[in-house]
């Protein structure tokens, strides 16, 4: 075993490996980034394709130990590249991948003709393409998405890159010798500067939304000064706890997710918009989880109308979210909508709690969120709903 630096995803790691050891066993196994596929693991299929350097190189057929100094980037670095988001979105609209296993190296190695190539040219892309193979489209949606990119982006005005990233001659990632010590302290130190100091709280458009209402008996004068304590507020979310409520422009804090098996911890930033009657307002907010490398963005939007001539509140939330990575593959609408509903009835009942002056179980807000077990309660909600629809069609 041999020690071993690489920077992956504009991160640096220290591992331990074999000094054989390919990099797609290393990105897959000892980093978690299973997005990289293995398929013939001879350097044929391009399953296993990623970015050193800015070029795409077949990781099954790399040693990792040739890395050292060099930039690897994964599909699942490109979460936010500019390029690879206008490619998933024509990818899904010509219908570009049915199995989806070949679809990240497709991805890293359009990507690089999008830069290059100077025009939409169907055989400069299927020769660009022809070394990832696929056995499920035919590969005529591949080309269809990758060139509508390229046609789009030039009619845009954005011309194309001369090589591509490429900066020298010879094998990608050739020209590294032993990493620079300087570089790699210098990257580690930036990294571990506080993780949620890099994570920008931007305003967004919601990939989904959901709208939830409960009504507390307590004025709204009560209620929303209850709003106007962060950290009160934060104690009757299951799941949440704050690292520094200072500042309300950038609350910094974590919410901890756990469904089935995935086990997930979101830490990150949000600010707090009220209105000048403190009876309206928005949370909005970003994080992410390393070990599941999934991102999210959200905003809940707060309204507070007096009921029952004033001695209660109601309490109308609108939620609206964006997730990217492995936890966005078991987001399923109609499940997402249940447990949502479940974590707001937890929220209003702790919060009606905190308004009374009671304290609130210590599971009941603290603990992770046990998705599992809120999925149990959704099953047995509609479990009735299902077998009543059942017995009505069979009579």
């Known amino acids: 075993m041999s020690s071993l630096a690489l920077t992956v995803n504009r991160r640096a790691f220290d591992l331990t490996a074999?000094?054989?050891t390919s990099l797609a066993d290393v990105v897959r196994d000892h980093l978690d980034l299973t997005g990289t596929h293995l398929g013939c693991e001879h350097g044929v299929c391009g399953a296993c394709t990623v970015l050193i350097d800015g070029v795409p190189a077949r990781s099954c057929i790399t040693f990792a130990a040739a890395c050292e100094g060099a930039a690897v980037t994964t599909i699942e670095g490109l979460d936010?590249?500019?390029?690879?988001?206008?490619?998933?979105?024509?990818?899904?609209?010509?219908h570009a991948l049915q199995c989806g296993y070949c679809t990240p190296g497709m991805l890293v190695s359009a990507r690089d003709l999008v830069l290059r190539l100077p025009d939409a040219d169907d055989r400069a892309i299927r020769v660009g393409m022809s070394g990832n193979l696929c056995r499920c489209t035919g590969y005529v949606g591949i080309v269809r998405a990758v060139t509508a990119v390229i046609a789009d982006r030039r009619a845009r005005g954005i011309a194309p890159e001369l090589g591509g990233g490429r900066t020298a001659l010879g094998p990608v990632g050739s020209g590294h010798g032993a990493a620079t010590s300087d570089l790699r302290s210098a990257t580690a130190a930036a990294i571990a500067a506080a993780p949620a100091a890099s994570i920008t709280i931007?305003?967004?458009?919601?990939?989904?939304?959901?709208?939830?209402?409960?009504?507390?008996?307590?004025?709204?004068?009560q209620v929303a000064a209850l709003f106007n304590d962060v950290a009160a507020v934060a104690a009757c979310l299951p799941g949440v706890a704050l690292t520094n409520a200072a500042d309300p422009s950038r609350i910094e804090g974590e919410i901890r997710v756990q469904v089935g098996p995935i086990a997930a911890q979101f830490a990150g930033v949000a600010r707090i918009e009220r209105a000048a009657d403190?009876?309206?307002?928005?949370?909005?907010?970003?994080?992410?989880?390393r070990r599941s490398r999934s991102s999210t963005q959200g905003e809940i939007r707060y309204r507070l109308t007096p009921q029952g001539e004033g001695r209660a509140t109601r309490v109308e939330l609108s939620i609206?979210?964006?997730?990217?990575?492995?936890?966005?593959?078991?987001?399923?609408?109609?499940?997402?909508?249940?447990?949502?509903?479940r974590l707001v009835e937890q929220f209003a009942a702790n919060l009606e709690r905190r308004l009374s002056g009671q304290e609130i179980s210590p599971g009941g807000a603290v603990g992770q969120v046990n998705g599992l077990a809120l999925l149990f309660a959704v099953l047995r909600a509609r479990l009735p709903r299902w077998l009543g629809g059942s017995s009505g069609r069979g009579g």
């Open 202 to 221: 931007a305003d967004f458009t919601p990939a989904a939304t959901i709208d939830q209402a409960f009504e507390v008996q307590h004025p709204p004068a």
């Open 80 to 94: 936010d590249d500019e390029v690879a988001t206008e490619l998933r979105a024509a990818f899904t609209r010509e």
């Open 320 to 341: 609206g979210y964006t997730l990217t990575g492995l936890l966005a593959q078991v987001g399923r609408s109609g499940l997402v909508r249940d447990l949502a509903r």
């Open 18 to 20: 074999e000094p054989r």
């Open 278 to 289: 403190g009876l309206s307002g928005r949370i909005i907010g970003a994080g992410n989880d």
